[in-house]
């Protein structure tokens, strides 16, 4: 896998190092996640809060480097639970999510990173901001909420070419001053490398299908 986004990498003459492997390891089996931290991956991507608890906090313990980030969406009652235990939070896409994420982040003296997820075709059954409110949005976390935000995510229509989407997601984060870029699965990295990602989240291309 790392062999396949260095050669994306490579081939729009973007250095390897600004892009991070995000091992989305949702549902996977044990073996696995050993197997992946045996060989030294220390940064996953989960889309459930409670899944994530039981698979990791264990091995934060053991593992004192780990990363973790969530990728799924985040109901606000969540909002503490979450933001005490991962280290970036990819699906801010509402001013009450914010508000709640804002709270706990005052609580805890601490605030994961934040990105502000786009829902870049605007389909009714995915979470996301949708374009238009996008900067608002961002606007809002910023000014209201007081958090910083890192940067933007978005998961393109399954049956569309995705390469649309990850330049819109650039362009909203070019115009808010953001770099972070989570975009690109095991299906369109490499177009996602080429429109500028910093975080591909790669799961069944890396662990093997879900089971
Ligand atoms: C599951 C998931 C991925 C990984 O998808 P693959 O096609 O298995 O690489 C990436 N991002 C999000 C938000 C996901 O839910």
Same mark, same amino acid.
């Given at each position: 896998?790392?062999?396949?986004?260095?050669?994306?990498?490579?081939?729009?003459?973007? &250095?390897?190092?600004?892009?991070?492997?995000? /091992? @989305?390891?949702? =549902?996977?089996?044990?073996?696995?996640? %050993?197997?992946? $931290?045996?060989?030294?991956?220390?940064?996953?991507? *989960?889309?459930?809060?409670?899944?994530?608890?039981?698979?990791?906090?264990?091995?934060?313990?053991?593992?004192?480097?780990?990363?973790?980030?969530?990728?799924? &969406?985040?109901?606000?009652?969540?909002?503490?639970?979450?933001?005490?235990?991962?280290?970036?939070? %990819?699906?801010?896409?509402?001013?009450?999510?914010?508000?709640?994420?804002?709270?706990?982040? =005052? !609580?805890?003296?601490?605030?994961? %990173?934040?990105? @502000? =997820?786009?829902?870049?075709?605007? *389909? &009714? =059954?995915?979470?996301?901001?949708?374009?238009?409110?996008?900067?608002? $949005?961002?606007?809002?976390?910023?000014? *209201?909420?007081?958090?910083?935000?890192?940067?933007?995510?978005?998961?393109?229509?399954?049956? *569309?070419?995705? +390469?649309?989407?990850?330049?819109?997601? +650039? !362009?909203?984060?070019?115009?808010?001053?953001?770099?972070?870029?989570?975009?690109?699965?095991?299906?369109?990295?490499?177009?996602?490398?080429?429109?500028? /990602?910093?975080? @591909?989240?790669?799961?069944?291309?890396?662990?093997? %299908?879900?089971?």
């Amino acid at each position: 896998m790392l062999a396949r986004i260095a050669a994306a990498a490579e081939t729009v003459a973007r &250095p390897l190092s600004d892009i991070n492997l995000v /091992a @989305v390891s949702k =549902q996977q089996p044990d073996e696995r996640i %050993e197997a992946m $931290l045996a060989c030294g991956q220390r940064l996953f991507g *989960e889309n459930r809060v409670q899944e994530a608890l039981v698979r990791w906090r264990e091995r934060r313990g053991r593992f004192a480097d780990l990363k973790l980030r969530l990728i799924g &969406p985040l109901q606000s009652n969540k909002a503490w639970e979450a933001a005490a235990f991962f280290d970036a939070i %990819e699906s801010v896409d509402r001013p009450k999510l914010a508000a709640a994420l804002a709270d706990a982040a =005052q !609580k805890l003296g601490r605030c994961p %990173e934040l990105l @502000v =997820q786009v829902n870049t075709g605007e *389909e &009714p =059954q995915k979470s996301g901001v949708i374009p238009d409110q996008a900067d608002a $949005l961002i606007h809002a976390v910023r000014e *209201e909420f007081r958090l910083p935000v890192a940067g933007l995510m978005c998961i393109p229509p399954a049956d *569309e070419p995705p +390469a649309m989407h990850f330049a819109l997601l +650039a !362009k909203i984060a070019a115009r808010n001053g953001l770099s972070m870029l989570s975009m690109g699965m095991s299906g369109d990295f490499a177009t996602a490398i080429r429109f500028g /990602a910093t975080h @591909v989240r790669i799961g069944s291309s890396l662990f093997g %299908e879900r089971p």
